[in-house]
Nanobody, 121 residues
């Protein structure tokens, strides 16, 4: 089992940048594929980005492609989401998620509590 704790959210102006971090507990972090999701008020949770256990494969939602970058540091048990050129529509609670798999999963077994990102216009 793994516990996930997100950080790095906050208030930023449109066009600005933020970097989210997700710290994982346990000694088997490198076995987990990791993902970032977000949920805006009144909307369903949506996929943002994912990264394989090795970091060799990444996948992005079309809405963030070219602006967001997912990465991981297995030595630090941490996955990151660098968000550039932020837009007001990126405002949401951002969650990280984990699953033991060597591929990019479609479902995840573990979830963090989320961190709020607010982009002002």
């Amino acid at each position: 089992q793994v516990q996930l704790v997100e950080s790095g959210g906050g208030l930023v102006q449109a066009g600005g940048s933020l970097r989210l971090s997700c710290a994982a507990s346990g000694r088997t972090f490198s076995r987990y594929a990791m993902g970032w999701f977000r949920q805006a008020p009144g909307k369903e949770r949506e996929f943002v980005a994912a990264i394989s256990w090795s970091g060799g494969s990444t996948y992005y939602a079309d809405s963030v492609k070219g602006r967001f970058t997912i990465s991981r540091d297995n030595a630090k048990n941490t996955v990151y989401l660098q968000m550039n050129s932020l837009k007001p529509e990126d405002t949401a609670v951002y969650y990280c998620a984990a699953k033991v798999t060597r591929t990019i999963p479609t479902t995840y077994d573990y979830w963090g509590q989320g961190t709020q990102v607010t982009v002002s216009s």
